[in-house]
């Protein structure tokens, strides 16, 4: 019989870690601040949190792009009450969404795509994840494809504006 | 603002141009409704006159009030007299989009439009 010897559960944290943590703060405080503004229809925000999902993305790839996204999606929640109602599940449903979108699109070449493309792509990946939960859940009705139009403009104008401002901070602080 | 639009990679212009053009042709397709291409009259809920809405026309119903009369015109149309009190469905003035209906209770007549794809049951997307 082998000797019990006792053991601690070690997690190492790493730099990387650390990195991630930062991002998802910041990414976290947008949300916060962008919950505050006043929208004329739920779900047209300018997702400001975005552009710091998009800056990981550009300097340090998908996974950590991932990391940054999803735990904003849950502390975001968290704090503004969210968590487990349904602004909670279609928040989730559009980060995978544009997450599924960034994968391949982080992978057009550079020279002819920036970070404006990135940026559209998600945001309409966005509003396509989001309305297609909320047709097969919220509201099971072909009614809610009407605001497509509304949301489809949202997301290419706030996502031109992120992606500016994103490719405008990468050029600020090349490393 | 060129310092900002220095920004922009010639793919960027391009995606941005396909998401406008998308987003410029879901505001019809989704928006539009189809559009009213002809005029029924019914009279006692049984169809007593079926017209396109092409060409200006007007068409007299004799209900137990009196006469309806209908106008047609191009893309539109209206009740322009009914014999009942209270003129509802006159007072609706032209009727444009398709399933729209003006109905003279009274004179028991109705007037509705229908638009091209009456057949379809659902839309799938």
């Known amino acids: ?175 | 603002m060129k310092a900002w639009l220095a920004l922009l990679r010639p793919g960027d212009w391009a995606l941005v141009l396909i998401g406008a053009l998308g987003v410029a042709i879901s505001f019809p397709l989704l928006w539009a409704g189809g559009k009213a291409e002809r005029a029924v009259v019914r009279l006692d809920g049984k169809v007593v006159a079926e017209f396109p809405l092409t060409a200006p026309r007007r068409f007299a119903v004799t209900g137990p009030l009196g006469e309806t009369l209908i106008e047609i015109a191009p893309g539109r149309a209206r009740v322009l007299s009914d014999p009942g009190p209270r003129q509802y469905c006159v007072q609706q003035g032209w009727l444009t989009r398709p399933s729209a209906i003006a109905i003279c209770a009274p004179n028991h007549v109705s007037l509705s439009l229908s638009g091209k794809d009456a057949s379809h049951d659902s839309l799938n997307y």
């Open chain 1, 1 to 175: 019989m082998p000797v019990m010897t006792a053991s601690t559960i070690d997690l190492k944290i790493t730099d990387n870690d650390r990195r991630i943590a930062r991002y998802a703060a910041a990414a976290i405080a947008l949300t916060v601040a962008e919950a505050a503004l006043p929208s004329p229809l739920p779900g047209v925000k300018p997702g400001l949190a975005n552009i710091v999902v998009l800056i990981v993305l550009m300097r340090h790839g998908w996974r950590d792009a991932a990391w940054v996204s999803l735990l904003r999606v849950l502390a975001g929640s968290l704090l503004v009450g969210q968590f487990l109602a349904p602004g909670f599940f279609l928040a989730l449903a559009g980060a995978l969404a544009s997450l599924a979108v960034l994968a391949p699109a982080a992978r057009l070449p550079r020279r002819w795509f920036g970070p404006v493309s990135a940026s559209v792509l998600a945001a309409f990946a966005h509003i396509g994840g989001q309305l297609l939960l909320a047709r097969l859940w919220l509201v099971p009705h072909d009614g809610v494809f009407l605001l497509a139009p509304v949301f489809g403009l949202s997301a290419l104008v706030f996502g031109i504006v992120n992606g500016l401002i994103t490719a405008k901070l990468l050029k600020e602080n090349q490393a």
